[in-house]
């Protein structure tokens, strides 16, 4: 395989609800759940029907054809989102695949050529495509791909920032609303609907990257709907395919109208085998009210980590069950390693914050093994400096 990214940290073989098991035995906690994509853990009877049925029924037809699954899955997610009687749907089959789509939108709402310009976050991420990562606002991971799609800016994130960028030259604001690959950061309180408020009155389009937060696990369907703002577009992916690969733009209003016939397109996207098993994921996710769980699982979660009263934990960000641990020293790398060696499946977002982000389908029994495993991890990293 390409040498893109580190070693591989353990080769796995099967899963079963939230625990995983490698070549050799080992078995893990996943808090990880695939960097927030398998929403109901692993092997769930839902998916695995899903897949089956549909596989048996019809896999793949070219986008000359509509399926049931795919018009049954724009209808949920135009339900879901809120966009309503105008929201519209494409699909494709990763996050950069729809933040891709979501950029292409941003240069359709140009006003006549007026508006040349999209702003995003310093630290966003968005995608490794050459688009995506045009909007991606790290330097690291953009250092030798220049140059990129242009007219790109990263602002800081502030609301005064914003205010001193927002013009009638800007085509669209694109941002997540917890950044995730950055360390969990949280926007500052009233941001939202501040970006809300100036992209109306300037005319540029809110587009809201829901590729980590969406799918229930802020503990609302979006995370967009804890500010109680409505964007213009949202871009899902990850959690609503619960491992199948799946992305998807969602417009909302006017902005449904900006795209026509033969402007974008994707040969898998929309296919019935991977919308058929999203739908069924997303049914699971209403029915068994895993937004609900999400929500108090994650309160619980960030109450034990606190509680734990380990020096290395400085405190916990993020919403529901995309929680960043903020460490007191640089030591992340060190503690997701020796959570793995405890049997547990972190992340190390960044030098000094481990992420998690489990299966929503996480309960007390979970729990307990998540405490048991990350105490004995943050006592192994602890322990040479005492
Ligand atoms: C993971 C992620 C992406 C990219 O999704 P891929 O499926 O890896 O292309 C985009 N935006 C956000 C916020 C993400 O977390």
């Known amino acids: 395989m390409m040498r893109t990214l580190g070693m591989p940290l353990a080769k796995l073989e099967r899963g079963e609800g939230c625990w995983v098991e490698d070549d050799e035995g080992n078995r893990y906690l996943d808090f990880l759940a695939g960097i927030a994509v398998n929403s109901l853990g692993h092997a769930h009877p839902v998916f695995v029907e899903a897949v089956s049925r549909q596989a ?40 950069a695949e729809a933040n891709e789509a979501a950029f292409k939108l941003a240069r359709l709402n140009n006003s006549g050529g007026a508006r040349t310009r999209v702003l995003a976050l310093v630290d966003a991420f968005h995608g490794r495509t050459m ?77 809201i990257d829901e590729v980590q937060t969406g799918a229930g696990r802020t503990g609302a369907w979006f995370a967009f709907q804890h500010a109680g703002i409505v964007p213009d577009a949202i871009t899902v992916a990850k959690g609503i395919g619960g491992g199948i690969p799946i992305g998807a733009l969602v417009t909302f209003g006017d902005a449904s109208e900006l795209y026509s016939k033969g402007q974008h397109g ?25 937004v609900g769980n999400a929500a108090r699982r994650g309160v619980e979660l960030r109450e034990r980590v606190l509680a734990m009263g380990s020096p290395l934990v400085g405190g916990v960000r993020g919403r529901g069950l995309l929680v960043g641990i903020a460490l007191t020293e640089p030591v992340a ?13 972190v992340n190390a977002a960044n030098d000094s914050t481990i992420r998690l982000a489990p299966p929503l389908i996480i309960g007390d029994g979970e729990l307990d093994e998540f405490e048991a495993r990350f105490a004995r991890a943050l006592a192994t990293v602890s322990e040479p400096r005492r």
């Open 266 to 290: 994707s040969t898998f996207g929309g296919n019935p085998l991977a919308t058929a098993v999203a739908g069924a994921v997303l049914d699971e996710i209403e029915r068994a009210d895993l």
């Open 131 to 207: 688009g995506s990562l045009a909007l991606t606002g790290k330097p690291a991971m953009r250092d030798g791909f220049e140059p990129l799609p242009g007219g790109v800016q990263h602002l800081p994130s502030t609301i005064e920032a914003l205010e001193a960028e927002m013009d009638e030259s800007v085509a669209a604001l694109i941002l997540e609303p917890i950044k995730g690959e950055a360390g969990v950061l949280d926007l500052p309180d009233g941001y939202l609907q501040a970006a809300r408020d100036l992209t109306r009155r300037h005319g540029a389009l809110l587009i």
């Open 56 to 95: 048996a029924t019809l896999a793949h037809v070219s986008n000359y054809f509509a399926t049931a699954p795919a018009l049954e899955l724009a209808d949920r997610l135009v339900r879901l989102s809120g966009a309503g009687e105008s929201g519209r749907v494409w699909f494709g089959n990763s996050g």
């Open 333 to 345: 790398p060190a503690l997701s390693a020796a959570a793995l060696d405890a049997g547990l499946i």
